[in-house]
């Protein structure tokens, strides 16, 4: 048998997604010939229109999520359509699991190992069983099973695509705002949608400042619209400094994609919007809470994405017994600067040469 038509599944949020972009990628590498689907929330799924490694976007709608029966309906009505030679649950929840109960004859039915999926998947990975490894590593266990259709040619590189045309217009719609494309462009992600992953307001504002002194830079600051307000507050409190571009609003993925390729680093809270930086080969560090796990959320060894976090100043034994928020307290400023500084100075001599 020669895999002609694959189904990856990834429901949940842009990060996660993002990062399992890298099973379609190996699968175009392993077989070029191969069809890909790739199943995704509605919400996101713009991110991935035009990848190359994607052949086509299946969206399940919120309302589709949230009715069993409405997505039932369509679960099975997609697996009657289709041929799948390959199904891979990437989750293996009970609800995923549909899509291979609607197709038994499936060669391959492949999850990641659960207690309940036996009789569902005929091929069941242990890829949660190496805490060491990262998230794509992970992702790419899963192929496993297909080593006996050919030879694999895996790829760690998760990449987004936009075209020349978008990334165009958004570079002129920036030009609009005031940007200046031959200074260095720093995007900031200094809040985060859920508030206790967002390190002291206090300390990032100083970090934010020294950019703007030590570089001259430009900071777009990137947030929902639910963080609207404390982005306005911050921005208020730098006394509206003119380096710092809050209106140049990326009101899509796909914006933000040509926003984060315009520019020359990425700084921030950890979250989606790193994925994407990652995605589109920007630089950057990002901050991530203590109960984050790494290096499974920061994949790659490539030092022009890093993370820093209070366990890379303080052993466990010196946090035992504090809790999150206080473990989070004790990542100070000089450390995330004398972490960021060097990674800046590159990317800013880098811009410089341009």
Not at 44 to 59: C, G
Request: net charge neutral; charged share 30%.
């Amino acid at each position: 048998m020669s895999v002609k038509k694959v189904l990856v599944i990834r429901f949940r949020r842009i990060g996660d997604a993002v990062l399992s972009v890298v099973i379609c990628s190996s699968i175009r590498k392993s077989f070029p010939e191969a069809e890909i689907h790739y199943v995704l929330n509605d919400h996101i799924a713009p991110l991935f229109e035009n990848h190359p490694d994607i052949d086509k976007i299946i969206t399940f709608s919120d309302e589709e999520n949230n009715h069993f029966f409405k997505y039932l309906r369509k679960v099975r009505q997609l697996m009657k359509t289709e041929r799948y030679d390959v199904i891979i649950d990437t989750r293996a929840t009970i609800k995923t699991l549909w899509f291979s109960a609607f197709s038994l004859r499936t060669k391959y039915r492949i999850g990641t190992s659960k207690f309940y999926n036996h009789f569902f998947h005929n091929y069941r990975v242990r890829n949660h069983v190496n805490d060491d490894l990262d998230e794509v590593m992970r992702n790419l266990l899963l192929l496993q099973p297909l080593e006996r259709e050919g030879t694999l040619v895996m790829t760690t590189d998760f990449r987004l695509y936009v075209t020349d045309q978008e990334t165009t217009e958004f570079r002129k719609y920036m030009e609009q705002k005031g940007i200046n494309l031959s200074r260095f462009i720093v995007v900031c992600t200094p809040f985060t949608r859920v508030a206790r992953k967002a390190w002291d307001m206090a300390k990032m504002k100083e970090i934010l400042s020294r950019i703007i002194q030590r570089y001259d830079a430009q900071l777009i600051f990137n947030y929902s619209r639910e963080e609207k307000a404390a982005a306005l507050a911050l921005y208020e409190e730098m006394g509206e400094d003119e380096h710092i571009f809050i209106d140049i609003e990326a009101d899509s993925l796909r914006k933000l994609v040509s926003m984060l390729q315009t520019a020359d680093f990425f700084f921030g809270n950890e979250g989606g919007p790193r994925h994407i930086a990652q995605a589109c080969h920007l630089p950057g560090l990002a901050i991530y809470p203590p109960w984050v796990e790494l290096p499974r959320w920061l994949p790659s060894n490539d030092l022009r994405y890093q993370s820093v976090s209070p366990f890379d100043m303080f052993s466990g034994q010196v946090t035992e017994g504090r809790t999150e928020k206080e473990v989070f307290d004790l990542l100070t400023v000089e450390y995330v600067w004398e972490r960021l500084q060097p990674m800046m100075d590159e990317a800013f001599i880098r811009k410089a040469k341009l």
